[in-house]
């Protein structure tokens, strides 16, 4: 399964670069979706980031239950984790 550390600096780097999100801003315990301050449409383009880079597909149910950076990254990393089992 691939490190959380790992996750948090994929994450972190496509957040600063594709969205302009101010790298102090992102901390583990920020709230997500204050922070990064997205639209449905740039939803739609971090969904497509993830899986991109991840492999894995996040739907509209797993960003609802998703407060925090930290809740994100757990969130990949589970999603990860699940599909090596299934491979």
């Known amino acids: 399964m691939m490190e959380?550390?790992?996750i948090v600096s994929i994450v972190n780097d496509f957040l600063v670069n594709e969205f302009e999100v101010d790298g102090d801003e992102i901390q583990s315990?920020?709230?997500?979706?204050e922070t990064l301050?997205?639209?449905?449409?740039?939803?739609i383009d971090l969904v497509v980031i993830i899986?991109?880079?991840f492999?894995?597909?996040l739907g509209e149910a797993d960003f609802k239950k998703m407060i925090t950076f930290d809740?994100?990254?757990?969130?990949i990393q589970e999603k990860?984790?699940?599909?090596?089992?299934?491979?």
């Open 4 to 6: 959380k550390e790992k």
């Open 29 to 33: 315990h920020a709230p997500l979706k």
């Open 37 to 43: 301050g997205l639209d449905s449409l740039d939803y």
């Open 51 to 53: 899986e991109s880079n």
């Open 55 to 57: 492999g894995v597909k």
């Open 71 to 75: 809740d994100f990254y757990t969130t």
């Open 80 to 87: 990860i984790g699940a599909k090596e089992l299934v491979s």
